[in-house]
């Protein structure tokens, strides 16, 4: 059973960055990739950002595009999410997940194994 466990959140002031990690228990061999979704309060949780675990290629939501860099350490079955210029509008509940399944990236039911989540808090 996959494991993942999501560290590097917190409380920053806007402007600020955070870089945000989630380890795999296990090997990926097979996984598509690797995803960050969020969930704002009192909002469904949102597709953030994707890397394949196979080639490296990823995918960002319009909100982050040019703010959020994703990257993976495939040695350490890690995924990491640099997420820079934060606004308000970043504050959310932040989860990695394992995509195990083909189709759409922003499709949740793709993904098999996801994260207990990690709070981040963008506020003066």
């Known amino acids: 059973q996959v494991q993942l466990v999501e560290s590097g959140g917190g409380s920053i002031q806007p402007g600020g960055s955070l870089r945000l990690s989630c380890a795999s228990s296990?090997?990926?061999?097979?996984?598509?990739?690797m995803a960050w979704f969020r969930q704002p309060p009192g909002k469904e949780r949102e597709f953030v950002a994707l890397?394949?675990?196979?080639?490296?290629?990823?995918n960002y939501a319009d909100s982050v595009k040019g703010r959020f860099t994703i990257s993976k350490d495939t040695a350490k079955n890690t995924v990491y999410l640099q997420m820079n210029n934060l606004n308000p509008e970043d504050t959310a509940v932040y989860y990695c997940?394992?995509?195990?399944?083909?189709?759409?990236?922003?499709?949740?039911?793709?993904?098999?194994?996801w994260g207990q989540g990690t709070q981040v808090t963008v506020s003066s």
């Open positions: 997940a394992v995509k195990t399944q083909g189709g759409s990236d922003f499709n949740q039911g793709r993904y098999g194994y």
């Open positions: 296990e090997h990926l061999y097979s996984a598509y990739a």
């Open positions: 890397v394949s675990w196979m080639n490296g290629i990823t």
